[in-house]
């Protein structure tokens, strides 16, 4: 199968950190992909991670564990542009190794 | 880094009407081209995989005689939404990945937000 799982919504306060966990099935795996999408723009990438591990990137950090299929990002020092959708994705060989998007999580940054 | 460019960036048109949505690559060849559609607060679907030079192969229930894709160069694909109905109306975005550098990562259009009255 290629289904992906993350949680729906999540909110967080301003300097904060946040992790944003994705749980994935795939019958082939090629990486796993994390995008940051804000309404109506599209999406930027943020992270691709295909060794189990955590991968740091400047205040975005990503975790892969291809044993169990689970992924996270974390966001450190959370500011107010990170109010955002956070998308896990990975190719789908099937389709060209297009991405297979999760349905995402809306990410809200509070005051 | 590459560039995907998309246009138009929204376009209102009435029922019945075809619209066409370009999608360019502009410092890279792409022999592959995704084209995804989303609704308000969905995520990302994939319609169909654009080739260059050969026909377009399109995911379980897109219908290919109402989304056409042309992609005639290895820089261009199109999409036309043929005799579009309020239905239809939704966010299309296109992708490309560049392979001769061996970047895995999609690289996505802005976006055309499709408005049908």
């Known amino acids: 199968g290629q289904n992906i799982d993350q949680p729906t919504e999540m909110t967080a306060t301003e300097g904060a950190i946040v992790q944003i966990n994705c749980t994935y099935q795939?019958?082939?795996?090629?990486?796993l992909f994390w995008y940051q999408q804000h309404a109506g723009e599209a999406p930027t990438f943020l992270s691709y991670n295909v060794l189990d591990g955590l991968e740091e990137k400047g205040r975005f950090s990503s975790f892969l564990s291809r044993s169990k299929g689970y992924s996270y990002l974390l966001l450190k020092e959370l500011q107010m542009k990170d109010s955002a959708s956070y998308l896990c994705?990975?190719?789908?060989?099937?389709?060209?190794?297009?991405?297979?998007f999760g349905k995402g999580t809306s990410l809200l940054v509070t005051p | 880094g590459a560039v995907v460019s998309q246009h138009p960036s929204w376009v209102i048109c009435k029922s019945g009407t075809s619209v066409k949505i370009e999608c360019r690559s502009l410092d890279f060849q792409a022999t592959t081209m995704f084209w995804y559609r989303q609704f308000p607060k969905q995520s990302l679907m994939l319609m169909a995989t654009s080739n260059e030079g050969s026909k377009a192969t399109y995911e379980q229930g897109v219908e290919k005689d109402k989304f056409l894709i042309n992609h005639a160069s290895l820089t261009l694909s199109t999409l036309t939404v043929t005799s579009a109905h309020p239905e239809d109306s939704s966010f299309y975005i296109c992708?490309?990945?560049?392979?001769?550098?061996?970047?895995?990562?999609?690289?996505f259009g802005s976006g055309t937000q499709l408005s049908v009255l």
């Open positions: 994705a990975h190719p789908n060989s099937n389709s060209g190794y297009a991405l297979n």
């Open positions: 992708s490309a990945r560049d392979y001769i550098r061996g970047n895995e990562k999609l690289f």
């Open positions: 795939t019958s082939g795996f090629n990486g």
